[in-house]
């Protein structure tokens, strides 16, 4: 990508409007998949007439910007009362495990065609997007994971276990794909990204790691009970900082 520091003013606000761009959209990509799946999930079982009626929420500066007041719109109650609690697990899982899941390994492997084609927009919007998703999964499990509403709660309650077993069964798999993202696919981005620009990195780990462990890694600290909240503060207070730290670019060589 083009050198940041000896681009002119009007290509700075150029670049910097692509940006906001890339984050708004691969934002709303992930968040739209987590809900659409949801959804197309219950339609297919029956249990919702369309699968693309969701709750939209209000015309609000913050619902347009993060999305946050979009939901499912699936009614789990009725399931519960006909004794089909497994099912109601499943829809309740599908946002996270086939929306995220499936978006973030598909991502991946577009990221890396793109990288290998020589295409660094096309590769920077898809890393974003493998962002995203990868921040999706830590907002779930385990932030979200003992709380008494919401997915993760649905889940536990369709299938009678116990918050500890979506721990294990989800965020293992969901724990080594962060850590690969930082480990693997960010160290390679922004060497690929921005070769010769050692700010420009720096800048690049600093937005995957407010993204990851403050963006998505605070969605426990409000609503969703006490345990959530202190899982929430470690994502913020340690892992934040310490993967800043982990992750800092080391200084280019020298011509």
């Not at 099912?87 to 929306?99: E, K, M, R, W």
Request: glycine share 6%.
């Amino acid at each position: 990508m083009s050198s940041w520091h000896r681009a002119p003013l009007w290509r700075r606000g150029k670049l910097t409007l692509i940006l906001l761009g890339f984050l708004w959209s691969s934002h709303a990509i992930a968040y739209m998949a987590h809900e659409y799946a949801h959804s197309f999930l219950a339609w297919a079982f029956h249990a919702k007439s369309n699968p693309l009626a969701l709750d939209y929420g209000h015309l609000t500066m913050n619902n347009a910007l993060y999305l946050d007041d979009i939901d499912e719109n699936v009614d789990y109650d009725p399931l519960f009362a006909s004794g089909r609690g497994s099912l109601a697990a499943l829809i309740a899982v599908a946002g996270v495990l086939f929306g995220n899941g499936v978006l973030y390994l598909l991502s991946r492997r577009l990221y890396r065609t793109a990288k290998e084609n020589g295409k660094p927009m096309m590769a920077f919007f898809l890393f974003l997007l493998v962002m995203m998703n990868a921040g999706n999964f830590l907002s779930y499990v385990p932030n979200r994971t003992f709380s008494t509403h919401a997915d993760m709660a649905t889940v536990e309650r369709g299938l009678n276990v116990s918050p500890w077993a979506i721990v294990v069964l989800l965020g293992v798999p969901f724990a080594l794909a962060v850590w690969h993202f930082f480990a693997k696919i960010l160290p390679g981005a922004r060497r690929f990204l921005f070769p010769a620009e050692l700010p420009a990195q720096t800048g690049l780990v600093l937005l995957c790691a407010y993204a990851v462990f403050e963006f998505f890694g605070s969605s426990g600290f409000d609503r969703y009970g006490p345990a959530s909240h202190w899982i929430a503060a470690v994502s913020v207070y340690l892992l934040f900082p310490l993967s800043v730290v982990l992750c800092w670019p080391e200084p280019l060589p020298r011509d």
